[in-house]
């Protein structure tokens, strides 16, 4: 009797707590303060990495619901953008502490869509919520400037104003902080924005976008469009083709990046691209190893590999290489755990999606038939399911592989040797990619020759995580164009005004 108690009991509580999350487990799109269907009424599947279940079925929008969003974010701009610094930077935090008070439940949604460890998933909302409180704080330092006049009697005002509707396109690897990280910027700025998440995780946005509205922002300033990868190439169209839009905000594939920068080019359109990276992570001869190999297990594992940041070659030097290989075999065997997100002690998750899983097997496959040798996994764990990809350790890495020029974006390390730092440095930049880099030494003159000769746009030095609301992220080259967070996040969604005061004498 006290068994069946306590079963009853156990399953009550169980019941409970899943009915207190469902709260945020929204299955309508958002368009001007309202969940609503697509006007079609046709529907697509979320589905669960980890075993294919579907979540739930929300919205297939298309180009005729996006225009409409487009148009009710260009009439709330016009409202919007009067709002005081104050006043905006007061709902941004609202809606800090309302993820923050939430931040377990935003967590089983990523989990639940991306695949992710919960462990991870916690640690993307505290980072995604990171955003929202920096970009409340930097809603009012975005200040204008005066510039002494060449001319008597007339003064140089520089403003800066927000430039309208952004339309916000983003991935599933960072569902909840690519949102926070786009909207909470372009609010501070006084922008209002359409956004479209993928079509892997649009849940996050959805949940993200529940609690903009529990924290009083205001109708129209964001709005949430849903589509299948059939509808993004229309959805993404109108998103950067429609007059209304200012600027286009993307974080995705180098390949998806350029389609929209053509799309944007036809109106001149301000861009904000967050693409593709091929991180080297070079470990010099004087690094502390054991450090280097605690920090290549989080810049290579954390999300699985998937991460525009996360390190793709792995340059050692030669005098090191043994040692290096074999202490991040050793850690990759004892700290690697494969499984469904929500189990307990898993730290690698499924990959998201099946073409994911083809894509990073193939360049493994590719990767071995040219010669390189597997240390550590190098196939898929099938009794776990059908995404499940062993973390992998492969050496004997060339430059002719195509695991070495493509990004992996999948949890499989790639050893090469070298012998000098110009041999480093020159490997490091054979690539069109500039995203982040992370540099292993005691040597103070080497770390800031790195600094200034690796051709990335981030470099972290004895580091393996370098993301946070403070600093600027972004890259060069290919891997794209403007900052995000730091003060210059907000000032992507800005244009200068140049205000002339003359006749001040009169
Ligand atoms: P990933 O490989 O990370 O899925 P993608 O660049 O393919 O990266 O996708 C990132 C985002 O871009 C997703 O929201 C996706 O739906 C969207 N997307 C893909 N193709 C297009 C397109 N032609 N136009 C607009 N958005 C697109």
Redesign the pocket.
């Given at each position: 009797m006290d068994l069946l108690r306590t079963s009853i009991s156990k399953n009550y509580k169980l019941y409970i707590t899943q009915c207190r999350r469902m709260h945020l487990l929204k299955k309508q799109a958002y368009i001007n303060g309202q969940w609503v269907q697509s006007q079609s009424k046709v529907l697509f599947p979320v589905t669960n990495p980890a075993n294919d279940s579907v979540i739930t079925e929300i919205p297939d929008m298309d180009a005729h619901d996006t225009k409409h969003a487009v148009q009710v974010a260009a009439n709330t701009f016009q409202t919007w953008r009067d709002t005081t610094a104050k006043e905006r930077s007061r709902i941004l935090r609202k809606w800090f502490d309302l993820c923050e008070k939430n931040s377990e439940d935003l967590a089983q949604v990523i989990t639940a869509e991306s695949g992710k460890p919960l462990s991870e998933s916690r640690g993307e909302v505290a980072y995604g919520n990171s955003f929202l409180e920096w970009f409340a704080d930097t809603a009012r330092h975005i200040n204008g400037e005066i510039i002494p006049s060449p001319w008597p009697n007339k003064q140089i005002l520089l403003t800066r104003q927000p430039l309208g509707v952004v339309s916000v396109?983003?991935?599933?690897?960072f569902p909840f902080a690519m949102i926070t990280r786009k909207v909470g910027a372009l609010m501070a700025a006084g922008c209002t924005c359409v956004i479209?998440?993928?079509?892997d995780t649009p849940l996050s946005a959805l949940a993200a976008a529940e609690l903009a509205h529990q924290a009083g922002v205001p109708k129209g300033v964001i709005n949430v469009v849903t589509a299948s990868?059939k509808n993004?190439?229309a959805?993404?169209q109108v998103m950067c083709e429609d007059h209304s839009v200012g600027c286009i905000s993307f974080t995705?594939?180098t390949?998806?990046g350029k389609?929209?920068y053509g799309l944007a080019a036809k109106g001149v359109k301000r861009v904000a691209l967050e693409l593709g990276g091929n991180a080297p992570f070079i470990v010099f001869a004087s690094a502390d190893i054991e450090h280097a190999v605690d920090q290549a297990m989080l810049a290579k594992f954390r999300n699985n590999g998937q991460a525009c940041i996360g390190a793709n070659r792995f340059l050692i030097h030669e005098d090191v290489y043994d040692k290096f290989v074999k202490e991040f075999k050793a850690r990759i065997g004892s700290k690697c755990i494969l499984g469904p997100g929500t189990k307990e002690g898993v730290t690698c998750g499924p990959l998201v999606n099946l073409e994911q899983a083809k894509k990073v097997s193939g360049l493994v496959d590719d990767a071995v038939s040219k010669g390189a040798k597997v240390l550590a996994g190098g196939k898929f764990a099938t009794e776990l399911g059908n995404k499940f990809y062993e973390s992998t350790l492969l050496i004997n890495v060339k430059p002719d592989m195509n695991i070495f020029t493509e990004e992996i974006f999948g949890p499989v390390a790639t050893c090469l040797k070298f012998k000098n730092e110009a041999e480093a440095l020159k490997i490091a930049n054979s690539t069109r990619s500039g995203l982040a880099s992370y540099v292993f030494t005691k040597d103070l003159g080497q770390a800031f020759r790195m600094s200034q000769k690796l051709e990335f746009g981030m470099v972290a030095i004895n580091d393996g995580i370098l993301s946070a609301a403070e600093p600027a992220f972004g890259g060069i080259k290919e891997s794209g164009i403007g900052r995000e967070g730091s003060l210059h996040g907000v000032e992507e969604y800005t244009d200068i005004k140049y205000t002339l005061m003359s006749g001040l004498d009169k």
């Open positions: 396109i983003t991935p599933w690897n479209k998440p993928s079509e990868r993004a190439p959805v993404g995705g594939s390949h998806v389609i929209l």
